[in-house]
Structures are given as structure tokens and as C-alpha cells.
């Protein structure tokens, strides 16, 4: 069902069974334009609709705004999905943060003045000013959401994110590979727009001026939650995560903390999340090598592999007492009904 | 303390002891540009902050797109001051609906699609397709926050809102002055554009289309959130949440509904909120009349009255154990911090 994959003080675990809400920090950042870094949209006129389409999925099991699910070029469907029937079984509350949107979904957002992160390969991610405002609205909603619930969960869909993630974390001084939704893990290509993004750090950079500089807006609201938050807070992803959770860290967050990832992530070898992260890490497996949909099946196949918090809504169907082979199979109803409709 | 002004059930406001979440739904109308029509805002030019700066008084006590708290031309300050301490002393949770705001407050808002209300009085509100749009959305972040709370608690801030809401209570047939924040309620005017506005009507329209037609995004965003929750809802204002509840009852709410307003709207000849309102109706007793400060007895005198949710937030800080006199205290310190120190 799931493994640790890092140890220290996971108990914040079971604060899942009782009153978890889930934060989704969706955005875009225009580094998602250099060809070939992402597969996060079916093509590179798609990609800046992904973020918002997918949290239209987990909303009404359809989107609203492009007439299908997103997806790779290639047809592997957005881990949205597996998020979505979590979220539809367990019924436990959620709500979306606008984290830079370009296109902004038919659903109710929360606003915290996230502007579009730029291609950090050319130029500054965001104003400092920006940065600076955007990181305290997120405190302050990290604040509000964690007096209504027992433990945040804070996900994320944003194309390009484990290059920019890998760009703070090297700015950061953590020496890491990245995960990447790509079987063939674009490392060389991601490594370039790394390094030509951190060359432009003095070195002097205070961590919101590193996020300014080679960072993305859901970094910055996903650390701001963190920060926000009286109580304690479950990252909801890879690489990305590790990066915010290092953030988070050097700006104050005290609290508990946990990154939940896929089996996926975990088993990636092109990337190390446990020893990227500075806190624990728990990895669930959906068991996705047992499906039926070859849609599906390509996850454990080093395609996809997480995304829109799909670990972590794994782990909470499970830990609400869904067992595995019954969750798959309701993945694979809703797998049925949004994505083989179409 | 309190008054109940219209009988029928008023158990929910016992919940305001445990858990009510506090919206607060600020938007604009064009109506507002009408002279004469409306004293929320210190100019003409002023008047399109005020629901924004009210909302970030709310949040940090003292505002940041203006550099005054909102008042009235001649120096009454916004009733938003009472919420303020209510908020302050008794910490209940709230957050800001934007449904309709020309300019966007420094705060964390839920969005939900809003469009700006037009002028009622040369044209319809809004367009019928983003009416129903933002009308789902609402519903949607009112049945999604009521899954965290035990009552809602709806509050308004939108300059010129008597005036739309007169013109949507004489769409339903609802026979009504309507109460204002000046003490020469200029009836006249109010009239005589709620006529003009409601001469466009057929008679055959909708709920929706009667707010599309003649009423402001407020009343759509608050009709709709109550509509959506799944918990009982305080109806925090004066007449305009009249016209709201008329619309959510029709619009299939159906749960216990209250309407919570100040002595001061209750006690209004000009008005009649007990008549025009559809539900029961409680009356909080903010004792301002006993206030040293000039600009809070003013509000015993006719002038402001209500608005974002000032009735309700005295009647939970009462609820909550806070003496009146310790309140008064309470409050006129807010006063001489925020308004006397400018």
C-alpha cells in the first residue's frame, strides 16, 4: 500500500482518517515553451491549459475549458484522474489556488496574486515585489484553510515544474537529478536550462529571491501555505515538493511535515527523492502495473508517474480503509468514463 | 443584546457558538455612479475601493489601496470597523467572496467569476450566461465551505446595493421601501431609478434573469452560497439580504435561513425589513448610542446603519460571551487605532 522511503516522525499520517484538506496550488511558467521539456499536454499549444483542466477534472470528472482530459502527446491521461476518484470516494474537502494560471478554470479559485512565471532560461521567474506580496496572501490562506483542518495537503500541476524545482534546488546548494513525467527523462536538456538559469544567482540570494529568479509561482504559494499553516502539512508530490519543502523550511515553517509521493517517483532512478528531500518521504502505490488500461499501466512504466497530488490521494483513499484492488477499479470506472469516452 | 424583529425559527443562531465561517461577498455596481445614490465612499472616485479596502480592514485592520478607512463624505467610517473587532475578538474564520470587484483588495479572495454589475438604471446588470456561470460557482463554494462550518454566515459590502436590491424585491413582487446609509434615505431617486430599471421586466423572468436584469453580482454571489450549503445560513445584512433570501428561496435553499442586521436598519422608518423579508429576522443591539466617539453614535442617528455583516458580527461576539459594554469598549479602541490615528 505504501513504504517509507525516508524515515523520521510520520504520525502526522493518521491526521489523514480525520479532518484533511486539500490545497490544490495549479499554475503556469513559461519555461514550459522550450520544446521538448515537458509532456504535460498532448501538444505545446495544450500545455498552458493543463493546470487549469485538471482541476476542472477533479471538480465535475470532465473539463470544461479543452473538450478532453489532458494528456501526453502520446495519449498517457493526466494523473489528475487517480486524484479525482480518491477525491470522489473519500469525499474530503479541497479547494484550488490560482498559482500563476495563464488560462483560469470554470471552477471557484483562490486568488493570492500569483503572477506567470517566465522561462527562468532567459529571464528573472518573477518580480521580487511580486514574490514578495504573492508570499504572504499564501501565508495568510495557509493560515485560514489549517484553522478548518486537522492537516493540510498541498498538491500541484504546473508544466515544467521539475525544472524549475531542480533550478531551486540547486540554487538552494542540494545536488539532485529531477523527476520528470518522461520515461527518457530529458536530464541533459532540463541540465542546460539549470544551469543557464542559475548562472544568473550571485550566490547572496535570500530563498523568495531565489524562487524570484529561477523559481515558479506554485513554488512560491505551495512554500507560502506551508509557512501559513498552524498545522502540519503533507507535500503532495516529487521533486517539486522537495524543493518547496527546503523552502518552506528556510522561511520559517515549524511544523510537521511529510512528502507523500507515487511508488513512481520513489522508484525513479534518474532522480534520488529521498535524499533530495529534507523530510520524510512516503510513497504510495497504486498498483497501476495491474490495470487493464494500457493508459494506466504506463505509469509504472516511468510515464507520468505523479502529478495533481495523486500520491497523496492515493495514500488517502487507502488510509481511509479503500482497499487497493477495489481503489483500482474504481480508477479504472472513472478511467472509463473520462478518458475512453471522449 | 438582541431583538428578535420577525418571528419563526431561530435556533441556527445557536451555532454561531461552535463552528460559523464568515463570507463576506464584495462587489460593485455601476449603479453607484448615480449622484445622490449612495454615500459608501468618500467621493465619487472613492466609491470603488470601498468594498475592497473594507475586506482588507478585515484582514489586517487598517486598509492598503487607500490610505483611510472607507467612509462616508462626511467622515462616518464603515461599519466594517464593528466586523473588524468582531473578527479580532472572537478569531471565527471568514474569507472574501470577490463577486464583482472593480479593483482587487491585498487579501486572499475566492473566485467565482463575477462580472461587475452595470448600471441598472441605462441597462441590464449582467449578461444571463455569466450569470449562470457565476451562479454554479457560487453554489459550489457555498456547499464546499458549509462542509467545513456548522452555520455561514453571509455578509455584503457593494455601494448602491439598496438600490439593486429594491429593484429585485419589486421584480418578485415584494412590495418595499428600502433601508440606505444616510439618514435623508433619498427615496425619491432610489425610486424612481428601481422604476426605470424594473420597466424593462416582462414579467415572465426568472430568479437568475431578474438578476441579470435589475439587480448586482452580490446578490447572485449570496443567493448562490446559500444556495449551495448544505448547513443552516445567516443572511448578515439589511435589505439587500432581503432580496437575497426572496432568490435563494426560489432558487430551491431550503434550509433554515436567518436574517441578522443591526437595531439600526430594524428601527428604520423608511424601511421595513421585518415585511420585506422572507425569513426571520434578529436585530444585534451594537449600542454605538453610548459611544464617545461621534462617528460610531452617528450610526444610532440614521447614518451607515449596516453593511459587511456588522449586525451578525455584534451578535456572535455577544454569543460568544462578550459583554456589550466590553465590545463598545472593544470597538471604539479599533476606532481610535484605525480612524482617529490616520
Known amino acids: 500500500m505504501y513504504r517509507i522511503v525516508k524515515n523520521g516522525d510520520v504520525k502526522a499520517l493518521n491526521l489523514l482518517k480525520s479532518r484533511p484538506i486539500f490545497l490544490f496550488t495549479v499554475g503556469n511558467t513559461l519555461t514550459a515553451s522550450i520544446p521538448g521539456i515537458t509532456v504535460a499536454g498532448a501538444n505545446s499549444d495544450l500545455i498552458k491549459f493543463t493546470p487549469p483542466a485538471d482541476v476542472e477534472l477533479l471538480h465535475y470528472g470532465k473539463c470544461e475549458i479543452i473538450p478532453f482530459p489532458p494528456a501526453t502527446p502520446d495519449g498517457k491521461p493526466t494523473p489528475a484522474l487517480i486524484t479525482y476518484t480518491s477525491l470522489r470516494l473519500t469525499n474530503i474537502p479541497f479547494f484550488v489556488v490560482d498559482a500563476g494560471l495563464i488560462v483560469k478554470p470554470y471552477t471557484p479559485v483562490l486568488n493570492v496574486r500569483a503572477p506567470v512565471g517566465e522561462n527562468i532560461a532567459e529571464r528573472d521567474a518573477m518580480n521580487v515585489g511580486d514574490v ?3 508570499f504572504k496572501l499564501a501565508k495568510l490562506i495557509g493560515s485560514k484553510i489549517s484553522e478548518l483542518a486537522d492537516v493540510i495537503v498541498v498538491g500541484e500541476s504546473i508544466p515544467a515544474g521539475t525544472t524549475t524545482a531542480g533550478a531551486v534546488l540547486k540554487a538552494l546548494g542540494v545536488d539532485c537529478k529531477v523527476s520528470s513525467s518522461m ?3 530529458p536530464v541533459e536538456l532540463k541540465r542546460k ?6 548562472s544568473r544567482l550571485n550566490g547572496d540570494e535570500t530563498p523568495l529571491e531565489i524562487i524570484a529568479k529561477v523559481g515558479d509561482p506554485v513554488i512560491l504559494v505551495a512554500s507560502g501555505i506551508a509557512c501559513g499553516s498552524k498545522k502540519p502539512v503533507i507535500f503532495a508530490g516529487g521533486t517539486q515538493m522537495a524543493a518547496v519543502a527546503h523552502i518552506a523550511l528556510r522561511l520559517g515553517f515549524s511544523g510537521n511535515g511529510i512528502i507523500v509521493t507515487t511508488k513512481y517517483v ?5 532522480a534520488d527523492i529521498a535524499s533530495i528531500s529534507p523530510i520524510p518521504v512516503v510513497a504510495a502505490d497504486p498498483m497501476l502495473d495491474r490495470s487493464s ?4 499501466r504506463a505509469y509504472s512504466e516511468g510515464f507520468v508517474k505523479e502529478g495533481v497530488g495523486a500520491g497523496a490521494a492515493t495514500l488517502i483513499a487507502y488510509m481511509r480503509g479503500i482497499k487497493p484492488e477495489d481503489f483500482l477499479n474504481e480508477v479504472e470506472e472513472d478511467y472509463e468514463k473520462i478518458v475512453e469516452c471522449v
Open 193 to 198: 536550462v539549470i544551469e543557464k538559469a542559475t
Open 132 to 134: 514578495d506580496r504573492c
Open 183 to 185: 520515461p527518457e527523462n
Open 293 to 296: 488500461k494500457s493508459g494506466l
Open 266 to 270: 520513489a522508484e525513479d532512478g534518474t
